[in-house]
């Protein structure tokens, strides 16, 4: 696909390829991974017409399982036409009366081709305040690209980051497929980290000495933007995936955090306490595993492949790990617990279970919303363990009410 190609050929070459990609991806890895194989094994292809062929298979992915009978390519031109709000060249090319409404709002675009879309088939699972209409919308669009500019770096950032826009007092957004790393040169400035997620650090509040354990840490995003908050902590961060620690130790040292202990960790199995360096941690960031549906903008091929039944497996995993990790909460402790999903079974379900099952109190919990504002959208519930006193009291009033009686005043 080389540009002495006659333009027909090279847009009739690009949604063969698409279309190729499509029929023979069954979402079994991240599409991103499998385009990447893809492209290598067809090195003849040129960055120009990678980057075509992947927002074409973007598109039709876009549109989730919407419109089921109309063929393959129909699919991936009506992405085109809906994602795209300017003059397409290949649509010019395939659709030229789309092409010429390529300006028109979703809406209008919608009753131009008359059809109605029902891109989120999941809306009876979605958590209080989630507007199911703008949500599902929310897919045709790409989130934009977040930095975190970490303590100190603003001004110099600042200077470097071109016309990003300020989003939050550390958050810059970028276009996606900015190279963040030529405008900013220095790594340890700033953390790629989505706005929503940036946002739960407002609910951390860690102090000076504390001991705090993020116990599904990944590659430690909320662990930096919590050492950011406070750099003098005892921080623990622990996962299931070894390869995922890795890169956790690759990050922190990336961006100069030397201070910090990590450990691979399921948090399923019995018997913490003796992988556990101590036994009480003032506070416990739990950024559960999850469906991840608040993120599917970023990856619409699980919009595609996502099954209902998933939902509850993701839940009964969450009660699990909450059920195992809250007995390290020190009296007066608190439990940050966190998913990047809009379903209620993750979100408020949980937050229930952990107040009726764990013994924790709820003193904050909600959506953070991205999904009007180009961001993923997370939940966010804040949980305090009782001191002392206020446990005792709490052990007997649970104990009443399960034998009917009411509590005295
Ligand atoms: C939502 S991600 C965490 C994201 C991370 N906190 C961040 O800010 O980048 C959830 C993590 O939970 C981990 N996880 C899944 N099952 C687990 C288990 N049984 N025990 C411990 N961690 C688990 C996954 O490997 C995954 O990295």
Redesign the pocket.
């Known amino acids: 696909m080389n540009d002495y190609l006659c333009p027909m050929t090279r847009w009739e070459n690009y949604i063969i390829a698409a279309e190729k990609i499509i029929q023979d991806y069954n979402g079994a890895m991240p599409l991103h991974h499998y385009l990447k194989s893809f492209f290598k094994a067809h090195p003849h292809m040129g960055s120009r017409d990678r980057k075509r062929v992947q927002q074409l298979v973007y598109h039709y992915f876009r549109l989730g399982r919407t419109e089921p009978a109309l063929p393959l390519r129909e699919r991936i031109l009506l992405g085109t036409f809906l994602c795209e709000q300017s003059h397409d060249e290949l649509l010019a090319f395939f659709k030229p009366e789309w092409n010429a409404a390529a300006a028109l709002t979703v809406d209008e675009k919608l009753a131009l081709v008359q059809k109605q879309l029902n891109i989120f088939p999941f809306a009876a699972h979605l958590s209080a305040g989630i507007d199911a209409s703008a949500f599902s919308r929310s897919f045709l669009q790409q989130p934009k690209l977040f930095i975190r500019m970490r303590p100190g770096r603003e001004a110099a950032i600042l200077r470097l980051a071109g016309d990003a826009e300020r989003v939050g007092e550390n958050a810059l957004a970028f276009p996606n497929g900015t190279k963040i790393e030529t405008l900013i040169p220095d790594k340890s400035w700033y953390e790629i980290q989505d706005l929503s997620?940036q946002e739960t650090g407002l609910r951390f509040n860690p102090h000076a000495g504390e001991h705090w354990w993020?116990?599904?840490?990944?590659?430690?995003?909320?662990s930096i933007l919590l050492h950011d908050l406070q750099p003098a902590i005892h921080l623990l961060a622990?996962?299931?995936?070894a390869s995922?620690i890795e890169n956790l130790r690759k990050r922190f040292a990336e961006a100069n955090i030397r201070s910090y202990s990590a450990k691979v960790?399921?948090?399923?199995g019995a018997g913490l306490q003796a992988s556990l360096p101590r036994t009480r941690f003032s506070g416990i960031?739990l950024?559960?595993?999850?469906s991840g549906s608040g993120t599917w903008g970023r990856t619409p091929e699980n919009l595609y492949y996502f099954r209902e039944e998933q939902i509850m497996t993701y839940a009964s995993?969450q009660r699990q790990?909450a059920r195992n990790v809250a007995p390290f909460l020190e009296p007066g402790g608190t439990l940050v617990y966190i998913t990047?999903s809009v379903f209620r079974e993750e979100n408020e379900g949980a937050v229930a279970f952990i107040e009726k099952e764990c013994g924790l109190k709820i003193v904050e919990s909600g959506v953070i919303s991205g999904y009007q504002r180009n961001a993923d959208t997370m939940f966010v519930a804040v949980a305090k363990k009782k001191a002392p006193e206020a446990a005792h009291h709490g052990r007997n009033v649970h104990k009443l009410r399960r034998a009917g009686q009411k509590e005295s005043p």
């Open positions: 997620s993020d116990c599904c840490a990944a590659s430690g995003g909320k622990t996962d299931v995936r995922i960790m399921d948090l399923t960031i950024d559960a595993p999850c995993l790990i990047c």
